[in-house]
Structure formats: structure tokens, C-alpha cells
């Protein structure tokens, strides 16, 4: 048996044995590396491959936890409520972070589903949702400066696009289709999600409209992690 499966096997049993709680701290890096007289590689490798099995996650600079395999989050899937509005409702430790405020290129299929011209400029506003100081989901809305002349200059400051629209006179809103699919996540999503690239991603893309006027605001992709949450319909 190889040295990183010693201490995969090591941990999983803790873990199943109770030693260790969900999001109990597990040992660094260095901790385990001189327990099994390792190089620290090996006992990176190790948490890696646990967090890839579901096990574990890590927090960048605090090190690596224990997953609560049992946690699941409710969602509606519904544009009716702000996923902040959902997640609050729930009692959670919610946060949104805005991790970016770019204009694209453009892409047809957002520019039709905005009902804007060629020559129009779109910008794309993330944020990440954060549930427990977990990232659970990357929410990003393509908003058209034409119809929002500002949202260049404060979108980057944005972390609840509901809340965005109240304040400019929207508080009704629609969805017209909603189109769901499941994929893997990039590098560049595991990184922000903090998730191994065998957790699946809910993907959910729709347009939000003002229910009075019927004028589309923006058209939005959301991604879930897969492992934490179940869906209502």
C-alpha cells in the first residue's frame, strides 16, 4: 500500500469512527507529513484525493475540514426571490462576494436574450455565494449598459443584483424559460468553488424581466455545486 493511501485510510477511519466532527479542522500538511515520515507532497496528495472523494474541503490559508456529507440546502429554484432573500430565509450564514465587473465580447445568445444591438455593451457581474464561509455557487448576471448607463462604474460593487433593481424602481420580477444542465467545473471554477472536478454543476440560465413591463434587466447563469444542495422545482 502506497504512503498516501496509509494516510487516506487513516483519515477516512477517524472520520467514520467519529474522531472527527463535520467541519472539524483536520491536521496541516506538515502534521501529517512527520507523523508518517513523509515528504509534505505525499500528505498533500492525500487531502487532494480525499477532498476529490468527498470527504473533506479545504479554506484557502486555514487548511483543510471535515465535509458534512449529510448537509443539504433547499433551493427553490424560482426568479421570484433573490437567492440572498432564499438563503437568509433559511436561517444560513450567507455572504455574497463581487468578484468581478468585465464587459464581453459578444455572444449572441446573451445579446438576443437581452434584446440589444450589436454595437451595445454588456457587462458581466459575478459574485460568489457563500453559505458558513463555504463557496456553494458563482452567480453571474450580463446586464446591458443601455439599459443600466451606471453598471460600469458601480457594478463592481454589487453583490445582490435584486437589491440593484429595487433601487433603480423593479420589484417585480419574471422569468420567461429557465434551461437546467449538469457539467464539470474548469479549473479556474474549482478554484473558486473550493471543489474537486468530480462535484457535479447544477447550471441554471435564464433572463430575468421586470413583471410590469415585461422589459428584460438581465439574463443570468448560476452555478451550484452539486454535493449541497436539493432542488424544488
Known amino acids: 500500500m502506497s504512503e498516501e493511501m496509509d494516510i487516506m485510510d487513516h483519515l477516512i477511519a477517524a472520520i467514520q469512527s467519529g474522531k472527527y466532527e463535520p467541519d472539524d479542522k483536520l491536521p496541516s500538511e506538515n502534521e501529517l507529513a512527520d507523523r508518517f515520515k513523509v515528504p509534505r507532497m505525499t500528505a498533500r496528495k492525500a487531502y487532494e484525493r480525499l477532498q476529490e472523494l468527498g470527504y473533506i474541503y479545504s479554506k484557502q ?48 445568445k446573451i445579446y438576443e436574450s437581452l434584446g440589444i444591438n450589436e454595437e451595445d455593451r454588456v457587462y458581466k457581474i459575478g459574485r460568489l455565494r457563500i453559505i458558513e464561509g463555504r463557496p456553494i455557487a458563482l452567480h453571474i448576471s450580463y446586464v446591458a449598459e443601455s ?8 457594478g463592481g460593487g454589487i453583490t445582490s443584483m435584486f437589491e440593484f433593481y429595487q433601487s433603480q424602481g423593479y420589484h417585480d420580477f419574471q422569468s420567461a424559460e429557465t434551461m437546467l444542465r449538469l457539467t464539470y467545473p474548469s479549473k479556474y471554477e474549482r478554484e473558486l468553488l473550493a471543489c474537486s472536478s468530480l462535484i457535479p454543476l447544477l447550471v441554471l440560465e435564464s433572463d430575468v424581466k421586470d413583471g410590469v413591463s415585461g422589459r428584460t434587466l438581465e439574463y443570468s447563469k448560476i452555478m451550484y455545486r452539486g454535493d449541497l444542495f436539493t432542488y424544488v422545482i
Open 61 to 108: 490559508g486555514k487548511g483543510s475540514f471535515v465535509q458534512d456529507r449529510n448537509l443539504r440546502i433547499p433551493l427553490t429554484l424560482s426568479a421570484g426571490k433573490s437567492f440572498s432573500e432564499k438563503m437568509t430565509e433559511l436561517g444560513l450564514d450567507y455572504k455574497s462576494k463581487n468578484i468581478f465587473n468585465e464587459i464581453i465580447e459578444f455572444n449572441n
Open 147 to 154: 439599459q443600466f448607463p451606471q453598471i460600469g462604474s458601480i
